[in-house]
């Protein structure tokens, strides 16, 4: 079975600086491997996937993750924040076998002025 | 429509009453899936259909829960003799394939947030 470890429950940073969340995933063969978003009282939005063709995946908004195989990670990044990143992120794996997707236990971001 | 949708946007019951939500997937999309929200369990996988096929139950976390898809599109999920810890935000997602290798994104509707009291 599929499990997806998000390190940080929360993130604070400046906006204008980097961000990094982090997610490590735990499976017996390549999985299928998103990060989505979701604003406040919105819906769930894909940023990104990764699908098995290149390791480094450039998703919306300036967001890129990189899948590291030796490592079980996809840490999520982007160079400069926004303010209106501020959002919970969901790492997320897929299992080919059942389409259910595994979420992470999510990450809020937080964007300071 | 432009995306899915689900209805109602909340609503409220007394423990012990049933609740009917509602699911109407992107026009096209085979495949639909309901997930839960809650704060003690994050996001959980309930049940998915894909066309014709028996639906994947795997997820549904006991016989008071249980879902139907009609003519391929609409989905209800329903549960029975509802209880406090049923409390949370239920999302439907649809996607236009759920079978083969090739993954097809998942789109999420807004939730019905659930309160039982």
């Known amino acids: 079975a599929q499990s997806v470890t998000q390190l940080d429950s929360h993130v604070s940073v400046s906006e204008g600086t980097p961000v990094l969340l982090r997610c490590n995933y735990s499976s017996s063969y390549s999985p299928s491997l998103f990060w989505y978003v979701q604003h406040p009282n919105k819906g769930l939005q894909l940023l990104l996937k990764?699908?098995?063709?290149?390791?480094l995946v450039k998703g919306i908004n300036g967001f890129e993750a990189e899948f590291k195989k030796s490592e079980t990670s996809f840490h999520l990044t982007k160079p400069s924040a926004h303010m209106s990143d501020a959002a919970e992120y969901f790492c997320?794996?897929?299992?080919?076998?059942?389409?259910?997707?595994?979420f992470g236990s999510g990450t809020r971001l937080q964007v300071q002025p | 429509g432009a995306g899915v949708s689900q209805s109602p946007s909340n609503k409220v019951t007394e423990k012990g009453k049933d609740v009917e939500l509602r699911c109407d997937p992107i026009s096209g999309h085979t495949a639909l899936y309901w997930y839960r929200q809650s704060l003690g369990q994050g996001l959980e996988f309930l049940i998915y259909?894909?066309?014709?096929?028996?639906?994947?139950k795997s997820g549904l976390p006991s016989d008071r829960f249980s879902a139907e898809r009609t003519g391929g599109s609409v989905s209800t999920l329903t549960i029975q003799r509802t209880q406090q810890e049923d409390s949370a935000v239920y999302l439907c997602?649809?996607?236009?394939?759920?079978?083969?290798?090739?993954?097809?994104?998942?789109?999420f509707g807004p939730g019905t947030r659930l309160t039982v009291l």
């Open positions: 997320v794996a897929m299992d080919t076998g059942r389409r259910a997707l595994t």
């Open positions: 997602a649809s996607s236009l394939d759920g079978g083969g290798g090739t993954y097809n994104e998942q789109f």
């Open positions: 259909f894909q066309g014709n096929s028996a639906p994947d």
């Open positions: 990764y699908t098995s063709a290149a390791t």
